[in-house]
């Protein structure tokens, strides 16, 4: 019988190291697909400049502005109410059928693709609210479109906190609002942190919501206020790998502009990796 257990336990420990190398393998095999083909195009001239020529030469740095305007909108609207959703879910609201019923609608606006977001902004922020096609709208769209991660990952996260922390505070005299705010935010912070990073850097490389509400084909200028339109990476990448006045001679500056959007999106999770160990170095303490 042990002789058994053991067996089932190398195999599954097995099936696991394969799972672990078939992913690190497909994405090794990517990045330096991207990195083979897009290191010549990276320059200080394709760091710092607009694209000229119908886009056949020049730089992304329009679109490099654009990501980062549309990744701080979607921030400061996501961030704020999906963590408070979160804390109302978990802390305050009455477990019961009402509770299910949302959360069931929030697992389901995850799985949504972001298409239909796209539409939505179109037809509610550009049209409806008369935004146009402007960094506000293609922000507010990822930030509609990253709540459902946002929520679901903060919830997580507060569920992780031992509840005797919660009642340690409160037989300490504490209200609940200073329970939240003082002893179950500060532990669950790094998880909060980790997911909504995870969320945003996903939206940073969706292309169907910001085509529709935030990007342009072309735009050499740089947004002045958040009711500009703005070029963006992901939008770019397809302009040129698919509506090019040349396609095959922009090549490799499709790949210099996947290998830009990589880096910042890999810089977005390195920065959630680093303020999480942050985090719980301080816990420790």
């Not at 010549?40 to 119908?54: G, K, M, V, Y």
């Not at 790094?190 to 850097?201: D, M, N």
Request: with cysteine; aromatic share 10%; charged share 15%.
């Amino acid at each position: 019988m042990i002789k058994k257990r053991l067996f089932m336990q190398k195999m599954c420990f097995s099936f696991l190291r394969m799972a672990v190398l078939i992913n690190g393998a497909a994405l090794a095999v990517i990045l330096y697909f991207i990195l083979s083909r897009g290191w010549r195009a990276i320059s200080w001239e394709f760091l710092t400049q607009a694209p000229r020529d119908s886009m056949t030469a020049g730089g992304i740095l329009p679109c490099i502005v654009g990501t980062i305007s549309l990744c701080l909108i979607t921030t400061f609207v996501a961030l704020p109410i999906g963590v408070a959703s979160a804390i109302y879910l978990n802390e305050y609201a009455t477990q019961g059928k009402l509770v299910r019923i949302i959360r069931l609608g929030i697992n389901n606006l995850a799985g949504v693709p972001s298409i239909v977001f796209g539409l939505f902004g179109l037809a509610f922020f550009c049209i409806v609210l008369k935004m146009g096609v402007s960094v506000a709208a293609g922000g507010l769209t990822l930030g509609i479109m990253t709540l459902p991660v946002i929520i679901g990952a903060s919830e997580e996260a507060l569920k992780s906190v031992p509840n005797t922390y919660r009642e340690a505070s409160l037989a300490m005299g504490a209200t609940k609002w200073q329970t939240i705010r003082r002893v179950i935010l500060p532990v669950a912070f790094p998880g909060i942190i980790t997911g909504s990073i995870l969320g945003l850097s996903r939206a940073a490389g969706e292309t169907a919501p910001i085509m529709y509400t935030g990007a342009v084909f072309f735009t050499p200028d740089l947004p002045t206020s958040i009711f500009d339109e703005v070029m963006a990476l992901p939008y770019h990448i397809y302009v040129l790998a698919t509506a090019g006045t040349n396609i095959e001679a922009t090549r490799h500056l499709q790949y210099g502009t996947a290998l830009v959007l990589i880096v910042l999106v890999l810089g977005m999770n390195l920065f959630a990796i680093i303020l999480r160990s942050k985090m719980r170095k301080k816990l420790r303490i």
